[in-house]
Every structure is written in C-alpha cells, then in structure tokens.
C-alpha cells in the first residue's frame, strides 16, 4: 500500500483498502453463514427458547407468551438467510473486527499490526460476552413488551419482527462491549493518552447510560441498567490500562534519555 509523506495516504487508496476490507470480511462472513444455513433449526430453536418459556415463567396474556408464525410464501427462505447471516457475523467477528480495525490504522508497521492482531483477539470475547448478556436478558425483555399486551386480547407476533429484534439487541450489545476497545487501541498506537480518556468521566458515564436508553429496544429501565453498568466498567478498565502503559512508556523514555550517548570526534 502507497503511503504518501507524513503518513497520509491518497483518497483512492483509501477506497481501495476499503473495498479489500469489506471483501476480506463479506467472505469471512460468508463462509460462516453456511454453517448457521446447515445448523437453521437448532438457531431457530435456540432463538425461540426464550420467547417459548415465558409461558412458564409468567402470564403476560392468560398464561400464554403468544404465538410465533412466518407469512407469505416466500417467508421461511428469508427467515432462513437472515438466521444464516445472523450467525455469519457472530461466527464472523475475528475476521471482521480486525479488517476493521486494519482499515481505521492503514500501512501498519511491524508494531502495530501486533497491536491489530492483539485489538481482535481481545475484541471477541467482548463481542461475544456482550451477546450473550443479550440473550440472557431475551426472555426479560421479550417479557417487558408483551406485558402491554392488554388482557383480553392475544398476540400473534411474526417470526421475522421477533428476528429483528433479537438481531438490534444482540448487534447492540456486542459492539457497545467492543467500543472502549478502541480507546484502549488508540493508547497503544500512542495517539490518545490514558488521562485524557478518564478526564471527561462523568460525561462518559452519561453517554453510556444516553447509548442503551436510545438503542436499546425495551423501553423498561433494568435492560438499560444491564447493558450500562458492564460499560462503564470497561470504560474505567481501558482508562485504567492506558494510564498503566503511559506510566510503562514514560519510563522507558526516562530510561532512553538518562544514557549519555558517545560522543563523536569533531572532524578537522
């Protein structure tokens, strides 16, 4: 890749990284989405779970947790790519998470692209925690909107809007827990420091709990507290872990200086 001086890199370079990037990450997630095409029943059954068994758990319409149907003729095969898709980019995320973040710093060097490397392996047990966090909450929220169901009427609710909904709450949720990931990513590149990342804490804190109140689909405060509370803490974390690697880099750069180079002999 092209690099010009100072580090900038032209505008069709940048749409050609670009276009390389998506590529590389529409094939990872292809690939992947076979696999959610092949196990499509054991995904819908799992899916289904936590709406089926609200039934046993509690009454939102006389007992029943209303009833799941797909419409129209067409209607099971777009539920079957969305499902595969839907697993593509869950199994995906190594794949895409580091095309991105290869993408966000082009023309790596050797350093640097161990800290892209280090930036995926960390960022997936994050995508993966925040997803699963949302579907332990599934069944509460899922709870929450049926609840205004009123009682003298049933809910029929079409497979594909249930699908969208699980999809919002669980994309939301991964990539929120990815978020502070880049502060931290940003510190190790050196182009953001630990203090100015804690500095503006109390706005912080503010813009996570605005984040799940504006994204998150339930309108009811415990979901919004679920997903608030783990982001604030790994906001502090990254905060704390670029204040750790500042401190490690001013030492060595104390350390670089206090070594009194050789000195030359002037030349006659």
Request: hydrophobic letters at 50%; glycine letters at 6%; a positive charge.
């Given at each position: 890749?092209?690099k010009?001086?100072?580090g900038?890199?032209?505008?069709?370079d940048?749409?050609?990284?670009?276009?390389?990037?998506?590529?590389?990450s529409?094939?990872?997630?292809?690939?992947?989405?076979?696999?959610?095409w092949?196990?499509?029943?054991?995904?819908?059954?799992?899916?289904?779970?936590?709406?089926?068994?609200?039934?046993?758990?509690?009454?939102?319409?006389?007992?029943?947790?209303?009833?799941?149907?797909?419409?129209?003729?067409?209607?099971?095969?777009?539920?079957?790519?969305?499902?595969?898709?839907?697993?593509?980019?869950?199994?995906?995320?190594?794949?895409?998470?580091?095309?991105?973040?290869?993408?966000?710093?082009p023309?790596?060097?050797?350093?640097?692209?161990?800290?892209?490397?280090?930036?995926?392996?960390?960022?997936?047990?994050?995508?993966?925690?925040?997803?699963?966090?949302?579907?332990l909450?599934?069944?509460?929220a899922?709870?929450?909107?049926?609840?205004?169901?009123?009682?003298n009427?049933?809910?029929?609710?079409?497979?594909?809007?249930?699908?969208?909904?699980?999809?919002?709450?669980?994309?939301?949720?991964?990539?929120?827990?990815?978020?502070?990931?880049?502060?931290?990513?940003?510190?190790?590149?050196?182009?953001?420091?630990?203090?100015?990342?804690?500095?503006?804490?109390?706005?912080?804190?503010?813009?996570?709990?605005?984040?799940?109140?504006?994204?998150?689909?339930?309108?009811?405060?415990?979901?919004?507290?679920?997903?608030?509370?783990?982001?604030?803490?790994?906001?502090?974390?990254?905060?704390l872990?670029?204040?750790?690697?500042?401190?490690r880099?001013?030492k060595?750069?104390?350390?670089?200086?206090?070594?009194?180079?050789?000195?030359?002999?002037?030349?006659?």
């Amino acid at each position: 890749m092209s690099k010009q001086r100072g580090g900038k890199m032209p505008l069709l370079d940048h749409l050609r990284e670009f276009r390389n990037r998506l590529i590389k990450s529409l094939f990872g997630i292809s690939l992947a989405a076979l696999l959610g095409w092949y196990f499509y029943q054991s995904i819908i059954r799992f899916l289904t779970l936590p709406f089926c068994d609200l039934g046993k758990k509690s009454s939102p319409s006389d007992g029943k947790c209303g009833e799941l149907y797909v419409n129209g003729i067409l209607g099971p095969f777009n539920l079957q790519v969305k499902i595969s898709l839907l697993a593509g980019v869950i199994l995906a995320a190594p794949i895409w998470i580091y095309q991105l973040w290869s993408f966000i710093t082009p023309a790596l060097h050797r350093k640097e692209k161990r800290v892209a490397i280090l930036f995926s392996v960390i960022a997936t047990p994050l995508f993966a925690t925040g997803t699963v966090l949302a579907y332990l909450i599934l069944p509460h929220a899922v709870d929450v909107l049926l609840g205004f169901t009123p009682d003298n009427l049933g809910n029929l609710v079409r497979f594909d809007e249930y699908l969208d909904f699980v999809l919002r709450l669980i994309l939301i949720f991964g990539i929120a827990f990815v978020l502070p990931l880049f502060l931290v990513a940003l510190n190790l590149l050196g182009l953001l420091s630990g203090k100015s990342i804690l500095k503006p804490w109390r706005t912080a804190v503010f813009i996570c709990f605005l984040f799940t109140a504006a994204f998150t689909p339930t309108p009811d405060p415990i979901t919004m507290t679920l997903l608030a509370i783990p982001l604030c803490l790994i906001y502090f974390l990254s905060g704390l872990f670029a204040l750790l690697a500042d401190r490690r880099k001013s030492k060595k750069n104390i350390t670089s200086f206090g070594v009194s180079p050789i000195d030359k002999p002037e030349s006659i």
